[in-house]
C-alpha cells in the first residue's frame, strides 16, 4: 500500500499542484516589474517547472486522448489546433479539455 502511495497518490498531488498553481504564476509573471528578485526566482523556478509539466502532458495523456502523435510541444497549443480545427471529431475531443483549462485560466484556449 505504501509504495502504491508513493508510485501513484503523491505524483498525481504534485502534478495537481503545478497543473493549478501554473496559470497563477504565470499571471504574476506579467508583473514582475513590481517584484524584487526574492519573488523573482520562485516565479521563474514555477515556470519552468509547468513548462516541463505541459510537455510530458502533451507527450503522455494528449497523446491518448487525441490519438495522435504531438505536432506541438505544448499541450495548450495542441487544444487550439483541435479546438479551431476542421476536423468536428477531434473538436468533441478537446471540448472537456477546453473548459478544464479556460475555467482555471480563464480566454487561455
Known amino acids: 500500500m505504501t509504495s502504491f502511495i508513493l508510485l501513484f497518490i503523491v505524483p ?3 502534478l495537481g499542484g503545478i497543473f493549478f498553481a501554473y496559470p497563477t504564476v ?3 509573471k506579467d508583473q514582475k516589474d513590481e517584484f524584487g528578485w526574492i519573488i523573482k526566482v520562485p516565479i521563474y523556478l514555477w515556470l519552468v517547472v509547468g513548462l ?3 510537455i510530458l502532458f502533451n507527450i503522455t495523456w494528449g497523446t491518448i486522448i487525441f490519438r495522435e502523435l504531438p505536432h506541438e510541444t505544448l ?3 495542441r487544444l487550439k489546433r483541435h479546438w479551431y ?3 468536428s471529431r477531434q473538436r468533441r475531443r478537446a471540448k472537456p479539455w477546453v473548459r478544464r483549462v479556460n475555467l482555471i485560466d480563464p480566454g487561455h484556449v
Request: overall charge negative.
Open 26 to 28: 504565470y499571471r504574476l
Open 75 to 77: 499541450f495548450t497549443d
Open 85 to 87: 480545427g476542421d476536423s
Open 12 to 14: 498525481w498531488l504534485i
Open 52 to 54: 516541463i509539466a505541459d
